[in-house]
């Protein structure tokens, strides 16, 4: 059976082209000196082949920010939280642009979300899966309990 019949093509993605090197090597290289333009040039070529690079999602909406199209930014952070929901810098950003346009609800959400993970960082395996364990109990004793003590 060949990989990709088996599926194993799917876990690992192909490689860079040399013109997806390129781009991405510019692009980086530029967000690195201040040359917004330059860089989501480079960035934005190279998101036409590869969107699954939540790093270049993140940086174009770093770039856009600073352009205040805060709409297009936040699109953009967002796509990196999808490819990586535990970005911390992505939530910084996107909470900082909900901040900036009055939206604080969500803005919060992201914070306490960031929290969330930083604390499970300082866990243990064991007591990640403990606390996992209480957690689905928890929701499964809410899920069978009277409705009197629901309501």
Known sequence: MSRRESGASAARPRSLTE????????????WEQGDRDG???????????????????????TLREQADDLAAAADSLREALRLNPAYAEAMVALASIYERLGEYARSRALAERRD???FLRTLSAQERAVLIESSI????????????LCE
């Open 19 to 30: 013109a997806e090197r390129r781009c991405y090597d510019i692009g980086r290289r530029r």
């Open 137 to 148: 109990a928890f929701h499964s004793m809410i899920a069978h309990a009277p409705r009197c």
């Open 116 to 118: 969330v993970i930083a």
């Open 39 to 61: 860089a989501l040039r480079a960035f934005e070529r190279f998101l036409e082949t590869r969107r699954e690079f939540a790093d270049v999602h993140y940086m174009v909406g």
